[in-house]
């Protein structure tokens, strides 16, 4: 606060410009404003159609594939890839929609917004912006649960692949998945004490490489399968009834629904995105060109993914792809790529929690200003280190019993696909449709009952009724699994 101030006197006596000089002082030492700054007095972006579409395709690839061949097998050769395309269309067009929502007002020259947040605060206004914190906040840690599982079963799986090797596949080699949960759990608490862990530059570029690597192996693992066994497994209309009954195809199609959507799920940084791409041309014609060519990248893998893996497995097709025990051999490649996801998800687990710890300790900063364990930093020497550590009480306690949290949960259902389906019904509908709809809608001053608007209304309420049935078969999977397995002793 002090420095703030310092600065606001240091510049009264030009007024009209302190803000300006302020933000470039605090940017980069004056220079020539106009080659190296855009309209809002940041560094001059630089990004173009195609970094905007490896940004995009990277953050969409990731644990989402594993589900899918899962998920198609619940709906069969016909109704699988129909419900993929239709994910996809419905993601291209929200996401044309959301292109418009970067800058306020004018598509050339209004105020830019930095995050999806940004925008639906200033184009939708207070109330529904605390909705959707809410929402996405509930989304994030729903996201760190269900990477915890993800990467204590890969964990798990790793192992039981090694026994099973060794004992020449006789061995089921059952375990229970909580070791890994905790093993998890202690290294996200030591990375959440690290300050801006996120924002290390290298942390995503190893996400995407790690992503890659497992939907990659993933892929060609069922494409050898498939050629192994000479013959497309599955059928028209998926898993048979014999196999399960009635009720569970009913919510397993539900869920399956859920699992797809979660693979999409990615409008949130969308504007992000868009806040890297130079201008001119206006951003958001780049950046629909970009979503087109990402869009159609990931909807041809997706369907490569899902469609090997069910045709490699049939109606067996497990719920985690490269953890379900359809593939024993070659054992390395299946480490490599499990290895891969764990490292993934132990980076990307704390890219998804860092936004809620800024937010709850934000918040209860200004709530206790005087408090000494909120805003008291203690200064730890760390032998090797040049700055000193800086340790806040409350900041301490409250990452670690967030981990805790998270931890506990998946510990209590550790049902991957269930998960998953609840997470991505509860962000398809909500962020992917209803916020930029309802932005677009505000934005482009669509009149009321016009053709447009009817239209809009519509695809909003189509992706509420799929929202509400995944997110309910997705609810079911987790009360039927309970069921089988007891919390905190299920093994695999």
Same mark, same amino acid.
């Given at each position: 606060?002090?420095?703030?101030?310092?600065?606001?006197?240091?510049?009264?006596?030009?007024? &009209?410009?302190?803000?300006?000089?302020?933000?470039?002082?605090?940017?980069?030492?004056?220079?020539?404003?106009?080659?190296?700054?855009?309209?809002?007095?940041?560094?001059?972006?630089?990004?173009?159609?195609?970094?905007?579409?490896?940004?995009?395709?990277?953050?969409?690839? &990731?644990?989402?594939?594993? %589900?899918?061949?899962?998920?198609?097998?619940?709906?069969?050769?016909?109704?699988?890839?129909?419900?993929?395309?239709?994910?996809?269309?419905?993601?291209?067009?929200?996401?044309?929609?959301?292109?418009?929502?970067?800058?306020?007002?004018?598509?050339?020259?209004?105020?830019?917004? *930095?995050?999806?947040?940004? =925008?639906?605060?200033?184009?939708?206004?207070?109330?529904?912006?605390?909705?959707?914190?809410?929402?996405?906040?509930?989304?994030?840690?729903?996201?760190?649960?269900?990477?915890?599982?993800? =990467?204590?079963?890969?964990?798990?799986?790793?192992?039981?692949?090694?026994?099973?090797?060794?004992?020449?596949?006789?061995?089921?080699?059952?375990? %229970?998945?909580?070791?890994?949960?905790?093993?998890?759990?202690?290294?996200?608490?030591?990375? %959440?004490?690290?300050?801006?862990?996120?924002?290390?530059?290298?942390?995503?570029?190893?996400?995407?490489?790690?992503?890659?690597? *497992?939907?990659?192996?993933?892929?060609?693992?069922?494409?050898?399968?498939?050629?192994?066994?000479?013959?497309?497994?599955?059928?028209?209309? &998926?898993?048979?009834?014999?196999?399960?009954?009635?009720?569970?195809?009913?919510?397993?199609?539900?869920?399956?629904?859920?699992?797809?959507?979660?693979?999409?799920?990615?409008?949130?940084?969308?504007?992000?995105?868009?806040?890297?791409?130079?201008?001119?041309?206006?951003?958001?014609?780049?950046?629909? #060109?970009?979503?087109?060519?990402?869009?159609?990248?990931?909807?041809?893998? *997706?369907?490569?993914?899902?469609?090997?893996?069910?045709?490699?497995?049939?109606?067996?097709?497990?719920?985690?792809?490269?953890?379900?025990?359809?593939?024993?051999?070659?054992?390395?490649?299946?480490?490599?790529?499990?290895?891969?996801?764990?490292?993934?998800?132990?980076?990307?687990?704390?890219?998804?929690?860092?936004?809620?710890?800024?937010?709850?300790?934000?918040?209860?900063?200004?709530?206790?200003?005087?408090?000494?364990?909120?805003? #008291?930093?203690?200064?730890?020497?760390?032998?090797?280190? #040049?700055?000193?550590?800086?340790?806040?009480?409350?900041?301490?306690?409250?990452?670690?019993?967030?981990?805790?949290?998270?931890?506990?949960?998946?510990?209590?259902?550790?049902?991957?696909?269930?998960?998953?389906?609840?997470?991505?019904?509860?962000?398809?509908?909500?962020?992917?449709?209803?916020?930029?709809?309802?932005?677009?809608?505000?934005?482009?001053?669509?009149?009321?009952?016009?053709?447009?608007?009817?239209?809009?209304?519509?695809? %909003?309420?189509?992706?509420?009724?799929?929202?509400?049935?995944?997110?309910?078969?997705?609810? =079911?999977?987790?009360?039927?699994?309970?069921?089988?397995?007891?919390?905190?002793?299920?093994?695999?």
């Amino acid at each position: 606060m002090g420095e703030t101030a310092a600065a606001k006197n240091h510049h009264h006596h030009h007024h &009209g410009h302190q803000v300006f000089d302020a933000a470039i002082h605090d940017v980069v030492p004056p220079q020539p404003a106009f080659k190296c700054f855009d309209d809002d007095g940041r560094l001059k972006r630089t990004g173009t159609v195609w970094t905007a579409s490896a940004h995009i395709v990277t953050a969409v690839i &990731g644990s989402g594939v594993l %589900s899918l061949a899962w998920a198609i097998a619940q709906l069969g050769w016909i109704a699988g890839p129909a419900v993929m395309l239709l994910f996809s269309l419905v993601t291209l067009y929200s996401s044309t929609l959301l292109s418009d929502c970067y800058r306020t007002g004018d598509a050339v020259s209004g105020k830019r917004n *930095y995050t999806y947040m940004d =925008a639906v605060r200033s184009i939708l206004g207070g109330f529904k912006f605390k909705i959707c914190g809410l929402i996405q906040y509930l989304n994030l840690f729903g996201i760190a649960i269900g990477y915890t599982i993800a =990467a204590s079963i890969s964990m798990m799986a790793i192992k039981r692949s090694n026994c099973f090797h060794k004992s020449g596949g006789k061995d089921p080699c059952h375990m %229970s998945s909580n070791p890994y949960m905790i093993i998890f759990g202690v290294t996200e608490i030591l990375l %959440s004490q690290i300050p801006d862990f996120d924002q290390i530059w290298w942390i995503s570029i190893v996400a995407a490489v790690m992503s890659f690597t *497992y939907s990659a192996i993933g892929l060609a693992l069922g494409i050898v399968q498939v050629a192994a066994n000479g013959v497309f497994k599955g059928s028209l209309t &998926g898993i048979s009834i014999g196999t399960v009954t009635q009720t569970q195809k009913i919510w397993r199609t539900f869920q399956a629904l859920g699992d797809i959507a979660f693979a999409y799920s990615y409008s949130v940084v969308l504007i992000e995105i868009q806040d890297t791409v130079r201008s001119p041309p206006a951003e958001s014609k780049t950046m629909k #060109k970009a979503t087109k060519i990402s869009i159609a990248v990931t909807t041809v893998f *997706y369907m490569l993914c899902g469609s090997m893996g069910y045709a490699a497995f049939g109606d067996a097709a497990p719920g985690n792809l490269l953890t379900g025990f359809g593939f024993y051999n070659p054992f390395w490649l299946l480490d490599v790529a499990n290895a891969a996801i764990v490292v993934h998800l132990i980076g990307a687990y704390q890219v998804f929690s860092q936004p809620i710890f800024a937010f709850v300790e934000k918040s209860v900063s200004e709530r206790f200003p005087d408090n000494d364990l909120v805003t #008291k930093e203690f200064k730890i020497k760390v032998p090797g280190f #040049k700055s000193p550590y800086r340790a806040n009480v409350f900041r301490v306690v409250f990452r670690c019993c967030f981990v805790v949290l998270t931890t506990v949960i998946s510990m209590l259902m550790p049902f991957f696909n269930d998960v998953v389906g609840i997470l991505g019904a509860l962000g398809f509908w909500p962020l992917t449709v209803y916020f930029p709809v309802e932005m677009y809608i505000k934005q482009r001053k669509v009149e009321k009952w016009s053709t447009r608007w009817v239209c809009l209304q519509m695809l %909003s309420v189509a992706c509420l009724v799929i929202s509400v049935v995944a997110g309910v078969g997705s609810i =079911a999977g987790v009360m039927l699994d309970l069921k089988v397995y007891k919390p905190f002793q299920s093994t695999y």
